[in-house]
């Protein structure tokens, strides 16, 4: 049986969610862990250590310990996640003691990638660790009716991951994990003012101006923005202006990876099921669903319905959270 603890996790390679029954989601912020190279102590975690990426002296790093949405780095993964549960046990007011545990992993994670997910958690001390594909914690955050005999699509668009997925009667039926997600598009953005402007600029600068001019390759009346770097001729900061035209045009190659996974799931799919997808549509998930014109874009470049979750960013975590009551029942069944 569970213990009354029961959590779930959206290991995300961005932000790290983490959801209780009785709360929902307790814990959203971003999964950077800020080290102390000479102790080794984890100095911060969350939105406070994401705070100091290229802004620390020379012995604090702030590290991202996921990268495309599995763990680079084991030990620092474990030590974030015991301080973010710590948190979670502040924030309720009571020890998260022996929990059960359900966490996503990308569909295209090898064993290894796995068994380094599983132990992670183990190692805070749960007591039961269940893995579960990122695809269908989505669908089922998203409310779509998985268990039904109809094709439900789903493309989940993170930070390093994107997971598109046809899922039928509860089970994933045809799906492709692309490596490409945000941090991809921020790298791209960092890339074309580099080669553009001879500027550097930061991983934060670049993901707010794909937050607020970063485009899909749709029409849209032009914006501008000014962002600030370091000129890498003089040395000296400097600030340029960027136009949404050229920031959609840096951001071509990741979206068309994120389109040719979505084919070829659909191609792979069994013809019964490609007609329920005509009339049911796709379902968007995580923060890459909400880049703008992104909804437009894939609809008419794929010709069928094109919808966005209710809440983008917090559907893997929900799902995680809800699919608990369905491992619930499947334990009590095999007893």
């Known amino acids: 049986m569970f213990s009354s603890a029961e959590i779930g996790i959206d290991l995300g390679t961005a932000n790290l969610l983490i959801y209780t029954k009785n709360k929902g989601i307790v814990y959203n912020e971003p999964s950077v862990v800020a080290i102390d190279t000479t102790s080794k102590n984890v100095i911060a975690v969350g939105e406070e250590a994401k705070q100091m990426i290229g802004k620390t002296p020379q012995n604090i790093i702030p590290v991202r310990p996921l990268k495309d949405g599995v763990i680079a780095d084991y030990d620092v993964t474990a030590q974030m996640l015991k301080e973010m549960l710590r948190k979670v046990s502040k924030k309720l007011g009571h020890s998260l003691r022996k929990p059960s545990v359900v966490i996503c992993v990308p569909t295209g994670a090898t064993s290894v990638e796995r068994r ?26 998203a409310g779509l009716p998985v268990e039904e005999p109809t094709a439900n699509m789903v493309v989940d668009i993170g930070g390093g991951t994107s997971e598109v997925a046809i899922i039928s009667f509860g089970g994933i039926v045809s799906a492709r994990s692309a490596r490409v997600g945000g941090d991809k598009m921020d790298q791209a953005i960092i890339q074309h003012v580099r080669r553009e402007y001879n500027v550097l600029i930061g991983e934060r600068s670049a993901e707010t101006v794909k937050i607020q001019i970063g485009h899909a390759l749709v029409d849209h009346a032009e914006e501008t923005m000014e962002v600030r770097g370091r000129d890498l001729v003089t040395g000296l900061p400097k600030t340029i202006t960027l136009s949404s035209t ?45 880049l703008k014109g992104m909804q437009d874009w894939l609809a008419s470049e794929l010709d069928v319905p094109v919808h966005i979750a209710q809440d983008p960013l917090e559907c893997v975590a929900i799902g995680t959270g809800k699919s608990l009551k369905m491992i619930s029942k499947l334990q009590k069944a095999s007893k």
Do not use: M
């Open 246 to 290: 050229e920031i959609k045009s840096a951001l071509k190659e990741s979206l068309e990876q994120i389109l040719e996974a979505i084919q070829e799931t659909l191609e792979s799919c069994p013809p019964e099921l490609s007609g329920d997808i005509v009339d049911q549509g796709i379902t968007l998930t995580g923060g890459g669903a909400l």
């Open 116 to 141: 380094a997910i599983h132990n992670a958690i183990k190692e805070y001390g749960a007591k039961y660790v269940h893995l579960i594909e990122e695809p269908i914690a989505a669908a089922i955050g």
